[in-house]
């Protein structure tokens, strides 16, 4: 596949072919792809869509005040006229200071919706008479998860659980569960909790029995200007006055992704998903030290030393899951299918989809990845994005 226009339409992005960056596989996706990550706009992500709606429905947001669940409802609200919108989260604070973002006369459908995850009873009141439900609710940071564990696993398995369990009771049609690279081969306390997390909503597809739910996962890198992440902390220290910039390692990299195209990318999964996918987008990379010198070229980098539980480089997709995983050359993202035995045999739609096999040794890791930001690419990418 030589022409990139078929991928720009799922995320809203357009890429364009340079020299190589990596050595990422991508089976017969083709080498043409390699090189600077351009981008371009958001263009044709609600063609992404395929005439799925919101109109009319009810959506439900676990985790609905953090930084997600404000782009995912700014997104519904500019888009859609859903009957209802349930912003579900713990924090009375954050609740009342995202109601006066989006004030309830003003869009009289909202709903603010005081609970936790860790509450199986408060979830199945709240989901009732729900269409369609996005789980952002989390423990992410690596560090508080570490010291924290029961909490974390509390929040993280437990939480998942229960919303599985609440969705099944309310008989919601759709369910899509946010994951994180972290998740993949995980070394730290978060990631392991969101692998499990995921087998969870994976599984969950085998209790619905004739019940209309189903469960998918869409799983990414780390998310540019969200809440904690090192873009608002670099911008804090260069605004007050810092005289250089930390980073762990200077061999670090990660994936990135925007919050509008994470938002983007969940609503597409809705589009696709028939039950246990894990979607999984082509996203660049960086290098931590070249973020940080295209936001302050004139500061040097300060080595600080990997944190307990960090990872050099990031995978969304390992060898080991290479067997289930497949590509989709319209849209451009990755699909890993459940590995349990029988799956084939209940998706007969695969035969016919535009679904392809990865080569059996592929991966998919942020230090191998044929899509990078340079500098230039970073400031179009934060300005288009306003972030």
Known sequence: MGDAEGISGYIGVNWVSGGAAGVLRLGSLGAGLMGQYKYQGRGRAQDALGGWSLDGKSILITGGTGSFGNAMVARIIRTWKPRRLVIFSRDEMKQYEMEQRFPCATYPYLRYFIGDV???????????????????????????????????IQTNIIGAQNVVQAALHAKVKRVMALST???????????????????????????????????????????????????PLYRRLIAEGADSLPVTDERMTRFWISLPQGVDFVLSGFARMTGGEIFVPQIPSMRITDLAHALAPHLPVRVVGIRPGEK????????????????????????IMPSFKGWESAKPELAS???????????????????????????????????
């Not at 989390?138 to 010291?147: D, R, T």
Request: charged share 20%; net charge negative; with cysteine.
């Open 118 to 152: 860790r509450s199986r009873e408060r979830l199945e009141m709240a989901m009732q008479d729900v269409d369609y439900v996005v789980h952002a609710a989390a423990i992410k940071h690596v560090p508080i998860a570490e010291y924290n564990p029961f909490e974390c």
């Open 181 to 231: 690279d972290k998740a993949v081969s995980p070394i730290n306390l978060y990631g392991a909790s969101k692998l499990a997390a995921e087998k969870v909503f994976v599984a969950a597809n085998n209790l619905s029995g004739r019940l209309p739910t189903r469960f998918a996962i869409v799983r990414y890198g780390n998310v540019l200007g969200s809440r904690g992440s090192v873009l």
């Open 312 to 335: 050099l480089h990031e995978a969304l997709i390992t060898e080991s899951e290479a067997p289930h995983t497949f590509v989709d050359h319209a849209s451009g993202h990755f699909v």
């Open 353 to 387: 989809s535009a679904l392809e096999a990865v080569a059996e040794d592929f991966s998919y890791t942020s230090n191998h990845n044929d899509q990078w930001l340079d500098a230039a690419s970073l400031q179009s990418f934060l300005a288009e994005e306003a972030l």
